[in-house]
């Protein structure tokens, strides 16, 4: 059986003028403007400013070096993307059984859910920085340029609805999310 020769990746990413990037070791910053994102990235994953590109590079890269050399260069894209476009999420707010009110405290940075099946004590959750909640029932609209951030307070927003033992076909009451970036639902 011959054995298998592993190999060298090297990728390259262009970064668009008017973003400042900074890569020290296996941290990398980027910034536009006032938005700043930071990521870590794998240790045994190479990178290196050249100019105006990053260059991400893995040496001989075994299964799940090559996996994570893969992330890499998505969590880099992913920052641009941010820092350029900016990132969306829309969910829904669906009320059967009793009208839900949603409110979000910018000040504490805090979402408060009340009357979800009826409770009298209010859901709340602190939401994560960098985002921007618009509520217009039914809808909830979070922007950020930080993927990361507007995924996980989404995910956070439809989990902290989600209703435990009761019959999903007749409780379908909870916020769900309905568009996020790169998927269409509908």
Do not use: W
Not at 67 to 95: P, T
Not at 150 to 163: H, N, R, S, V, Y
Request: hydrophobic share 35%; aromatic share 6%.
């Amino acid at each position: 059986m011959a054995k298998k020769t592993r190999k060298d990746y090297i990728a390259e990413i262009m970064i668009p003028s008017g973003i400042e990037a900074e890569v020290h070791g296996n941290i990398i910053k980027m910034k536009k403007g006032t938005n700043e994102l930071k990521t870590i990235i794998d240790e045994n994953i190479i990178m290196k400013k050249d100019g105006d590109k990053i260059v991400v590079q893995a040496k001989n890269a075994r299964r799940i070096l090559k996996r994570n050399f893969g992330s890499a260069k998505s969590h880099i894209r992913n920052m641009i993307d941010g820092l350029v476009n900016g990132y969306e999420y829309k969910l829904e707010i669906c009320s059967v059984h009793f009208p839900i009110t949603v409110t979000f405290d910018k000040a504490k940075h805090e979402f408060i859910i009340k009357n979800l099946l009826g409770e009298k004590s209010p859901r709340t959750f602190k939401a994560k920085k960098n985002i921007e909640v618009e509520i217009k029932a039914p809808k909830i609209t979070i922007k950020s340029y930080d993927l990361e951030a507007a995924g996980q307070t989404a995910a956070d927003l439809e989990k902290i609805t989600k209703i435990r033992n009761r019959d999903r076909n007749k409780f379908q009451d909870g916020i769900f999310i309905t568009n996020k970036p790169g998927v269409d639902f509908l």
